[in-house]
């Protein structure tokens, strides 16, 4: 079960206290703090401009191209502070982002996009050979569309080939960016099972920014809200799905039934937790 996971096993990724500015003058993260569990899947929920893919960027390194920067904090990865690494040095330590939109290589192929995953690794041809098809057990689609143009694959078998692309590279922890955006809910389940699979079956870690509060709490094994740059609220996925001002405010629900639109939006206003 994915609530039964130990929360108390090794801590492999560590966000201490940071802060992120951009420009120089705008403060999106204020004293961020996050702790990912080997083998785990950890969601970082909230809602559009709370700070989810600055976080996952601030991780992966990728802020300085945005003109972005940490600022304040430490982020540790297996006990070695990483927030002054190249990228590319990151995918060699084993962390590889998926990011948000589905980036593909549009003129390749599905297969020939995969592939590229594997360009930094030091591998024979038969060791990625063998990936590729791990790769393929998980996608069947992607293995029947593998030599179809990625440009003109569906929404949803894009976003297959960018998780695939970043399995290639070997990782062992993967920070994925809004899996279910643009997806049809029946794609969204199928994407998160195959998380769930990739992270029972084959050890990988997942830490997974989410919009979708309700698919992500019922994946994950440990959730982290975040409100304007914030940490809110944090605990087990099967405590957050329980927690009231959860149900009420990110699932628009209540002991007395789902809320409308109208009461959702009067009690955004009110924030215990933030009071």
Same mark, same amino acid.
């Given at each position: 079960? =994915?609530?039964?996971?130990?929360?108390?096993?090794?801590?492999?990724?560590? &966000?201490?206290? +940071?802060?992120?500015?951009?420009?120089?003058?705008?403060?999106?993260?204020?004293? &961020?703090?996050?702790?990912? !569990?080997?083998?785990?899947?950890?969601?970082?929920?909230?809602?559009?401009?709370?700070?989810?893919?600055?976080?996952?960027?601030?991780?992966?390194?990728?802020?300085?191209?945005?003109?972005?920067?940490?600022?304040?904090? *430490? +982020?540790?990865?297996?006990?070695?502070?990483?927030?002054?690494?190249?990228?590319?040095?990151?995918?060699?330590?084993?962390?590889?982002?998926?990011?948000?939109?589905?980036?593909?290589?549009?003129? =390749?192929?599905?297969?020939?996009?995969?592939?590229?995953?594997?360009?930094?690794?030091? $591998?024979?041809?038969?060791?990625? @050979? $063998? @990936?590729?098809?791990?790769?393929?057990?998980?996608? #069947?689609?992607?293995?029947?569309?593998?030599?179809?143009?990625?440009?003109?694959?569906?929404?949803?078998?894009?976003?297959? &080939?960018?998780?695939?692309?970043?399995?290639? *590279?070997? #990782?062992?922890? +993967? =920070?994925?960016?809004?899996?279910?955006?643009?997806?049809?809910?029946?794609?969204?389940?199928?994407?998160?099972?195959?998380?769930?699979?990739?992270?029972?079956?084959?050890?990988?870690?997942?830490?997974?920014?989410?919009?979708?509060?309700?698919?992500?709490?019922?994946?994950?094994?440990?959730?982290?809200?975040?409100?304007?740059?914030?940490?809110?609220?944090?605990? #087990?996925?099967?405590?957050?799905?329980?927690? !009231?001002?959860?149900?009420?405010?990110?699932?628009?629900?209540?002991?007395?039934?789902?809320?409308?639109?109208?009461?959702?939006?009067?009690?955004?206003?009110?924030?215990?937790?933030?009071?």
């Amino acid at each position: 079960m =994915l609530d039964d996971i130990n929360l108390k096993s090794e801590t492999v990724l560590e &966000v201490n206290n +940071i802060e992120v500015i951009y420009n120089h003058v705008i403060l999106v993260l204020k004293g &961020v703090s996050l702790a990912v !569990p080997k083998g785990g899947i950890t969601a970082l929920l909230g809602g559009n401009g709370a700070g989810k893919t600055t976080t996952l960027k601030a991780i992966s390194n990728l802020l300085r191209s945005e003109r972005g920067e940490v600022t304040k904090g *430490s +982020i540790v990865y297996q006990g070695e502070k990483i927030q002054d690494l190249a990228p590319a040095d990151l995918v060699t330590k084993g962390v590889i982002q998926v990011m948000e939109g589905r980036h593909c290589f549009e003129h =390749l192929t599905v297969e020939e996009n995969l592939l590229t995953g594997a360009y930094t690794r030091k $591998a024979s041809r038969g060791d990625i @050979d $063998a @990936d590729l098809n791990m790769v393929y057990d998980y996608f #069947p689609r992607l293995k029947e569309r593998r030599k179809s143009q990625a440009g003109y694959t569906s929404g949803g078998e894009q976003q297959m &080939v960018a998780i695939g692309r970043a399995l290639m *590279s070997r #990782p062992e922890t +993967i =920070l994925l960016d809004e899996p279910s955006m643009g997806l049809a809910p029946q794609l969204v389940e199928q994407i998160f099972q195959i998380v769930k699979n990739l992270n029972e079956n084959e050890g990988y870690t997942f830490l997974l920014a989410e919009q979708n509060t309700n698919v992500a709490l019922r994946y994950a094994h440990y959730g982290y809200i975040l409100e304007s740059g914030r940490i809110v609220m944090d605990g #087990p996925a099967k405590e957050l799905r329980e927690n !009231p001002d959860v149900k009420e405010f990110y699932l628009g629900m209540s002991d007395e039934g789902r809320k409308s639109f109208r009461d959702v939006r009067s009690y955004r206003r009110r924030k215990r937790w933030l009071a």
